[in-house]
């Protein structure tokens, strides 16, 4: 079974910057789309970017545009989301996945970003 694994997450100041990696354990991801996702205390899980599988188009919610950037290494089955100038309303668990999310694609455990104001 295919597994992702997230990390790069902590605490940081608003106005701050964070990279965060996704590593899948098969090379079989850099055949799909990719989305970062986040989910927010009590709130949905919402997809925030995404990555076609040669990563040359790249697409972003509103509430990241222009700050946060997608990239992928397919050598090395990696995704990357380099977030910069941090709110405090982008606290969450941050997760990757294929995007669409295939329903036989499990969700790693996520990586938790914190933004104190």
């Known amino acids: 079974q295919v597994q992702l694994v997230e990390s790069g997450g902590g605490l940081v100041q608003a106005g701050g910057s964070l990279r965060l990696s996704c590593v899948a354990s098969e090379s079989i991801f850099n055949i799909y789309s990719m989305g970062w996702y986040r989910q927010a205390p009590g709130k949905q899980r919402e997809l925030v970017a995404t990555i076609t599988p040669g990563g040359h188009s790249t697409n972003y919610a509103d509430s990241v545009k222009g700050r946060f950037t997608i990239s992928r290494d397919n050598a090395k089955n990696t995704v990357y989301l380099q977030m910069s100038s941090l709110k405090p309303e982008d606290t969450a668990v941050y997760y990757c996945?294929?995007?669409?999310?295939?329903?036989?694609?499990?969700w790693g455990q996520g990586t938790q970003v914190t933004v104190s104001s």
């Open positions: 996945n294929s995007a669409p999310r295939i329903r036989s694609h499990n």
